[in-house]
């Protein structure tokens, strides 16, 4: 190991107009290592990653590479300072081959022309440097989910980074895809690329990392050495705060009614022989990896997909599987969607009338036209409830922070009244602040007999929200499991395809 | 958790395009009543409003097709085969008008229901599917008059496209006015406009909040059809005779009356008073180029250059954000 690390970011601080992402942060990686980067949704990872990659440039700070300052405008400059990121979300071209991808805007030419036969046998070299088998000429489209994020890998790999970022990589991999993506990384290591992998699971992080930087409201908030390392630890500096204390207390709930009722569930592809229910005061979370058919579901119960079989009853009223959603709204259902920004809000307009949208029947007269004052006063105590930060409701909600952005989400279904809500990653992208109010909400809002059911990715919050957690894996129910006996080793068990315990009420 | 700084509400930038739009048309004003003093006056505002207000309708139409999310190619051949059709029928007698507008308005349903079952049902692009009716139409309208259209427009229909309600006010601008406040009472006070909205700006959101975004923009190609009906009819009281180019403009004149009033040409911004003005300058604009004996050539250059300048204007603004 030479005096100083081969990557040092060193006083980085990166603001968004007036939102502070990244405070006067420290960060090293040296090569031949495997340096996990963890914290909640919102600490700045993903931030300082972009920083590196040169998607984003950092307000303050330096970067060194070996030692030497270096400028990482773009991500091609990035590229050719052998920095190589595998993304959390997919960039693959779907319509075109691996080769392709993995040679997209890198291509090999002979004469002008693409040298395909090159660039083809290129692919199966880093095929045999991983130890896995590529078809160069297979579309991406067609290939797993596992498979893409391989290539997405391998087109990494092609570069020959010294330093590669992995963003979340395991997010959609079942277990035995996840033991081949280590081994892979392991020999990388040892080939003396330096890794930085962040990581929302905390047992891999212990299995694979030499080292554990956690961050906490976009600052450092410790250094674990391999050792070290233990989930206890981590947690703690993550949270910076005892569970309990920004979940709300459940501990006096005594569920009512049914209100909603799921009985044999198929959803085409996704989802197969769902049957649970919902009660009145009820907290139901739906835990699974990405991608096992928990949003298909409650996207079917919602009228936003086809199912093919199944019964569902909200409030001892059957729903008829062709009611469309404005149908099922009246009904008394309700779904925050995961994307609030590309399928929940109309950025430009106000806070008044991203409230309303769901709820405008209510506030016309008889002559079918909007009350301006009722949807004003209705809108107003939705968004006082919620404690919109915001000194008018004509502000577009497109100026807001995501915290208040995903309150707007909550106040338009407040303001539609369900009596089962939906809320699909309740705190994605928001800061611990608001989550602690979306937090209260929801458990307020059971208070008040509604029955809420949630799906999340992040498992502390499964746990620390749920009165009764679902676990979703490969469109089937694999667990039911009661609050007092959810820990995460059982959770995750049954993520990964454990055997069904428990019976479905 | 700093919330950040929030500035008080500008004016949005449908609303600033139509103060702009506003200080243009006072600025072609103050040219024409500088190159032809004494032109200026009220009663040839008014004439103007009446050339415009056979656009201006087809502009009412165009507006809420773009605002959800689509366009609308074939009103201009709508208007044309109106002209063909009522003519034909009126044969110059009062009395034949009723059947002669109930065929139309049938004909222009038609057509909406047609481009909506392309667009929402058959899923093809707006601009493929609209350009396809443009062009079946062209045909029905040619078979129907053999090349040579015939008839009479009937003199009450000359006198609604020609004639003064009181004073200086025209008929056409009347029913153009009318239909443009009834368009901006829905827009704005209906929940189908605040739908039609949501629809145009992220469709995806809309459904999700129970809207049928199928049916909205269905409902938005059989207006804009309509629509171009009633315009088809002002334009033919107005020239008082048929012919088979009464339609041509249309087109270009209707995208850019409503894209100059501020509407985005990718759905969901906008309104209505900004395409009523959009309509008017455009017909300013051809009058004056008229007076200065800039022929059919230097109108078609104009109109192509205005189109392009503000949408490009719109897509430097957005960059600029």
Known sequence: ?????????SGITKRFAGVTALDSVNFNCELGEIHALVGENGAGKSTLMNLLGGLLTPTEG?????????????????????????????????????????????????????????????????????????????????L????????????AVLSEPKLLIMDEPTAALSEEEVERLFAILLKLRDQGVGIIYISHRLEEVVHLADRVTVFKDGKNAGELERGDISKDRMITMMVGRTLSDIYPDRSAVTPGEVLLDVKGLRVPGA????????????????????????????????????YTAGEITVRGQSIAPKQTIGGRIRSGLGYVTHDRRGEGLILHESIRENTSLAALERVISKFHLIKGDEEQRQAQAQAGRLKIKTPSLEQKVGNLSGGNQQKVM????????????????????????ARMSVYEIIHELTQEGMGIVILTSDMLELIGLSDRILMFYEGHLTAEVPRAEATEERLMQAASGGKKEGSAT | MTERKLAPRNLSQSAKQMVI????????????????????TVGQAMNISRQASALGVVALGQALVILGGGIDLSVGSMVTLTNVFAVSIMQGKDENILPAVAVCLLLGLLCGVVNGIGVLKLNIAPFVMTLCTMSILQGVYLVYTGGSPSGNVSPWLKQIGNGFLVGPIPYSTVIWLTLALLVWVVLKFTPYGRKLYAVGSNPKAARLCGIRVERIKFSTYILSSLLAVVAG???????????????NDYINNSLAAVLIGGNAIEGGK??????????????LLFALLTMLSIGQVGKLIVQGLIIFGVVAGQGVFKKER
């Open chain 2, 270 to 283: 906008g309104g209505v008073w900004g395409c009523v003005l959009g309509a008017f300058f455009m017909m």
């Open chain 1, 410 to 433: 909550l106040a338009r279904w407040l303001m539609a009244g369900p009596k089962v809500l939906i809320v699909d990653e309740p705190t994605r992208g928001i800061d611990v602040g």
């Open chain 2, 233 to 247: 009819l002002l334009a033919s009281g107005y020239i008082g005779t048929t012919s088979l180019s009464l339609g």
């Open chain 1, 62 to 142: 330096t970067i060194r590479l070996d030692g030497k300052r270096v400028e990482l405008p773009d991500p091609n400059t990035s590229y050719d300072h052998g920095i190589g990121f595998v993304h959390q979300e997919s960039n693959l071209l779907t319509n075109l081959t691996v080769a392709e991808n993995m040679f997209l805007s890198h291509e090999i030419l002979r004469k002008g022309v693409l040298d395909r036969a090159t660039m083809r046998q290129k692919v199966m070299e880093v095929n045999e440097r991983l130890g896995y088998k590529l078809d160069p000429d297979a579309q991406v489209g067609s």
């Open chain 1, 1 to 9: 190991m030479s005096e100083h690390p081969y990557l040092e970011m």
């Open chain 1, 144 to 155: 797993k989910l596992a498979d893409q994020q391989l290539t997405e890998i391998a087109r």
């Open chain 2, 21 to 40: 739009l506003l200080g243009v048309i006072l600025l072609l004003f103050a040219i024409q009543g500088i190159m032809r003093p004494g032109s200026v």
């Open chain 1, 271 to 306: 989802a197969e022989d769902i049957s649970f229910t919902v009660r009145a005061g009820e907290i139901v979370g739906l835990g699974g990896l990405e991608g096992q058919g928990q949003r298909e579901t409650v996207r079917a119960i919602f009228g936003d997909l086809r």
